[in-house]
């Protein structure tokens, strides 16, 4: 019988699809991938990822293009990216070519529930690694679990592509510098929560960080990157050691370039946010969520118009859109077929 899915009014959470894969870390090696229907793991009490925070994850997308075909953006980057949170958080980092092994069957298991190119949505995959060894006292496991789920997703934000204000999160840090923040682990998000749900009460759907250590430089939004155009057509995003390093980022930055843009990556003082002509947040979930204001303590600064993204911003969001779905040429190679591996 045909799944039937509302593709064109999909929203930004989980249904149940076929299977997820797990594959785990027992005994110095990896096993083989297991097909799992049941959406529940078995853990030990003792677990490290429940007391320790051994827990790390990722986030990218599927797409059903314009051809036909199937196929991720930019993969390798994520395992890569799995690999580096693995390494910070003392777990056993999976190998380049399992973590796209099990992305591609993953694909090939959920085919049915790859939303069709002409909906505008994806299937959105998520892996997730975990410390399974039982320690009371603090160590790190030995063991390790790695799954993979899909659902597939429509928009982050309900309007999609339109302009949110932000507002500037100054009672609650995000990361600390020479910490965790520029990996994908469980623990950030959670330490993020309450600053979020601040601003949301406060009627901002997006909260800006600054730097843990001054509060002078502009670090990241909650779940997204920080990027800004000038007025002399300059992409600024900035650099620093508690920042998550988007994929979607560094792709935009390159498309940037493409576009003649100066691209400069660099500490951005939050001072700088009245320099700027267009603000916003890019990542995985959004691509790009335009943000028409940001409040900073008493002082709005404002980058266009309320209801209508900047040009530049559009223009960068309808690029990569284009080379997701297939409706312009991948010219740097970005899109992997989903029976690659």
Known sequence: ??????????????????????????????????????????LHIAATCLHYGQAAFEGLKAFGRKDKSIAMFRPRENARRLIRSAQRLVMEPPPE????????????????????????????????LIGTAPHIGVHPSENFMLIMLASPMGPYYKKGFFPVKGYIQEEYDRAAPRG??????????????????????????????????????IDEFGSSNFLAITRDNKYVTPASQSILQS??????????????????????????????????????AVVITPVSSILHGSRVYSFGKEDEAGAMLTRLYQEIKGIQYGDIPDRHNWMYPADAA
């Open 1 to 42: 019988m045909a799944i039937q899915i509302d593709w064109k009014n999909l929203g930004f959470a989980y249904m149940q699809t076929e299977c997820y894969l797990k594959c785990e870390f027992v005994n110095g090696s990896w096993g083989e991938i297991e097909v799992c229907q049941d959406p529940h793991v078995s």
């Open 97 to 128: 070519e399992l973590f796209l092994s099990m992305a591609s069957k993953l694909i090939q298991l959920n085919r049915d529930y790859v939303p069709p190119y002409e909906t505008g949505a994806s299937m959105y995959i998520r892996p997730c």
């Open 180 to 217: 965790v923040g520029f990996t994908k682990a469980g623990g950030n998000y959670a330490a993020g929560m309450m600053g979020d749900m601040d601003g949301n009460k406060k009627g901002f759907p997006i909260c800006l960080y600054l730097d843990a250590a001054s509060h002078q430089y």
């Open 247 to 284: 994929i979607t980022n560094t792709s935009l930055q390159l498309i940037a370039a493409d576009f003649g843009l100066t691209v400069e990556k660099r500490p951005v003082r939050v001072t700088e946010l009245a320099d700027f002509a267009e603000v916003g947040a890019c990542g995985t």
